[in-house]
């Protein structure tokens, strides 16, 4: 049985190895309601921006302070629980929308010597745990018995499988590249290998195979996410919010934490998968080993993942919605053939040497 | 004998404390409202409007839960069918992508022509979903 | 520790589906055998075997019931239907109870009598602790045929598939 590292930064070396884990696992769950509160009102900052509004500034310095308020807002509003709705599902659907987005989050690599689990099998299992969301959707909007909730939860739910399949076709092309499904592991790859002697190897630039697949990525992840161009779910303008219509205080800030959790992962995951999570042409490797290695190689994750996060708000007060029609057939008859020719030009790349980063 | 370091069934411990902590929270978030809607109303607010779905002020005809289109169904088979493609492509991928020692023995052009027979094939099937018409969304 | 794991997931697991067995209403069944699912995903990650326990859920969890998930709304069921349908019926319960016990007796048998599948290792299949890496080799090279012979498979569902639904009716 070959040893597994256990990576802990140098100057923590003294704790055991089972108290580290317990500080990352601390350390990572203070990240995404955090997170989301910023992106909150970030993301009615930037959308009054982009539309020359001011957008929330009473509370607190530049209307910080507004997530705040409206978390007190949904603790104290009342729990209204309609008479049609079947009351054990609809009870639990918040929960499991909420908790695949917290549970993900903590599969990712942030730093070298800092992630929660590193596993053999860490994108599929991430694939896995996010594909659970689909339960909550969907049980919500049958649970709640109401007519646009139901349309809701089933545009929903089959719009983000049909998206499933080229956002994992599109992993596949990284996995081939790296030829590894330990998230870390294609971290390392995209650090070590160069283009050309050069370039740092970040998927996205391994042309054309990775950079199609970005692409592919990217997209899909707006669709898996419900995000504009691709919300039909909630279409307000149809279905008024789509599947959460029926829900009320905090049952509809889990829904909503969910939603904007699984927007933090999709972005991580594009920068751990395309970017080259961590790594920033060699910054990286500054002060081998310490603890401020750590610090650095997390803040450049959070960079790029912010910019990511950044890009999700931006495009959605840019683009008008799809229509249905147009998302299925984007998906199935666009994306699917193109995703699966890609990867076989990837693995022709792949023999042919890929511009000289073959591992 | 494993040609990768592989990590011991250790690791899945972290997993599983996040995944007991999360469905936590999620608990105790769900009976803070439900708890503090109890304590701060005195009276809770009744009517039979009150109690029916949300239809934008337009009165109930009938229940929500009626038929939908086929098309739904069909989505979630042909996805399916297609995951399971997916998932044979992840391993293909991993030996695809390391050394010639990590390999087994497989050659790269022998590995190539294996995928190109299971995709060639699928792509029939999805030759004939379109051709039939099936992902078309539009009324007819 | 491991025996907890083990016992634990062993006892998530029988637990989901018995509840998932006895429910009254099927989609309660549902997110039972998606917890027993999740269970099975757990036993296989203690055992080490990395790319099965991530498949489990990929694709029963998150594929195939939420297939399930979907006819059982087209079913259109009301809630007094729910409620007057039986938990348990005689003849299912007798078949269910035959079919469970050949299946042990099978396991068991095999192991007992030294032949079949679950005697000894067979040649050539991955070791138990496995990643993606382990279980890639054996597939792509000794079930060489099997692989291939899944994509005839899967091409045999879709076409079905297709058929059953674009159906019309007179």
Redesign the interface.
């Known amino acids: 049985m070959t040893t597994w590292p256990s990576w802990q930064p140098e100057v923590l070396s003294f704790l055991p190895a089972w108290l580290w884990k317990v500080i990352c696992i601390f350390l990572v769950l203070q990240m995404p309601p955090i997170l989301v509160s910023l992106l909150v009102w970030a993301e009615r900052r930037v959308s009054a921006w982009i539309q020359d509004r001011v957008g929330p500034n009473r509370v607190g310095p530049f209307g910080l302070l507004q997530s705040v308020a409206d978390l007190v807002k949904f603790v104290f509003k009342e729990d209204v629980v309609p008479g049609q709705v079947n009351r054990v599902l609809y009870s639990v659907a918040p929960a499991l929308a909420m908790v695949p987005g917290l549970v993900t989050f903590s599969l990712l690599p942030f730093a070298e010597r800092f992630m929660v689990s590193d596993l053999d099998s860490g994108l599929l299992m991430l694939f896995a745990i996010s594909s659970l969301a689909v339960y909550g959707i969907q049980i919500g909007g049958w649970a709640s018995n109401s007519k646009y909730a139901l349309i809701g939860g089933v545009r929903a739910s089959a719009q983000i499988i049909s998206y499933e399949l080229t956002l994992g076709l599109a992993a596949a092309v990284v996995v081939l590249f790296t030829g590894s499904l330990n998230l870390a592991e294609m971290v390392r790859w995209q650090s070590e290998t160069r283009i050309l002697g050069l370039l740092p190897a970040w998927t996205i630039f391994v042309f054309p195979g990775g950079t199609v697949a970005f692409v592919i990525f990217i997209t899909s992840a707006f669709a898996e996410t419900n995000r504009l161009p691709f919300d039909m779910p909630e279409a307000e303008s149809e279905l008024a919010a789509g599947y959460h219509v029926e829900y009320s205080s905090m049952k509809f800030a889990l829904f909503f934490l969910g939603e904007y959790a699984a927007m933090i992962v999709m972005s991580g995951l594009m920068t751990t998968l395309f970017l080259g999570g961590w790594s920033l042409f060699g910054l990286e490797r500054v002060m081998e080993g310490t603890i401020w290695q750590t610090l650095i190689q997390t803040g450049i994750w959070w960079a790029k993942t912010l910019f990511f996060l950044f890009v999700f708000i931006w495009i959605r007060w840019t683009l008008p919605r799809f229509r249905y029609d147009q998302l299925m057939r984007l998906g199935w008859k666009v994306f699917l053939p193109l995703s699966l020719a890609n990867l076989l030009v990837a693995a022709w790349m792949r023999t042919w040497g890929m511009w000289g980063a073959s591992a | 004998m494993p040609e990768s370091p592989v990590p011991p069934p250790d690791v899945y411990v972290p997993l599983l404390l996040v995944v007991l902590i999360a469905g936590g929270l999620a608990a105790v978030l769900l009976s803070v409202s439900t708890v503090v809607t109890k304590l701060t109303m005195r009276r809770r607010l009744r009517s039979p409007t009150r109690n029916t779905p949300y239809e934008c002020g337009l009165p109930i005809l009938t229940d929500a839960r009626t038929r939908f289109s086929v098309k739904f169904y069909i989505v979630a088979m042909l996805f399916i069918l297609f995951d399971i493609e997916v998932v044979f492509l992840y391993p293909w991928a991993v030996i695809y992508g390391r050394g010639d020692s990590a390999r087994g023995g497989l050659g790269l052009g022998f590995l190539f022509l294996e995928l190109l027979v299971f995709l060639g094939i699928l792509f029939l099937g999805w030759l004939y979903v379109v051709r039939k018409g099936v992902l078309e969304w539009q009324a007819e | ?2 025996g907890l ?1 083990f016992y634990g997931f062993g006892a998530l697991t029988l637990l989901g589906a018995l509840l998932m067995v006895t429910s009254r ?1 099927p ?2 069944g549902v ?1 039972w055998l ?1 917890v027993s699912f999740l269970g099975l995903s ?1 036993l296989f ?4 075997a ?2 099965l ?7 029963y ?4 019931l ?2 399930f ?3 059982i ?2 079913l ?4 007094d239907d729910v409620e007057r349908m039986p938990t348990f019926s005689l003849r299912g319960g007798v078949g269910g109870f035959l079919v469970g016990v050949v299946g042990f007796c099978a396991v068991v048998g095999s192991v007992v009598m030294g032949t079949g599948a679950f005697a000894k290792p067979v040649a050539g299949l991955p ?1 138990l ?9 054996p ?3 000794t079930a ?1 045929l099997p ?2 012979v ?3 498979l ?2 045999a ?3 079905g ?2 058929a059953l ?2 159906r019309r009716l007179p």
């Open positions: 520790m491991e794991g209403n989609l309660h997110l998606v757990g990650g203690g055992l080490g990395h790319f326990a991530a498949i489990q859920i990929l694709v969890a998150g594929a195939i939420v297939l998930l979907f006819v709304m087209l259109n069921l009301r809630p070791p602790e496995a990643g993606a890496a382990d279980v890639a080799i597939l792509f090279s060489l692989f291939e899944v994509s005839l899967l091409l569902a879709i076409v598939s297709v639904t674009k």
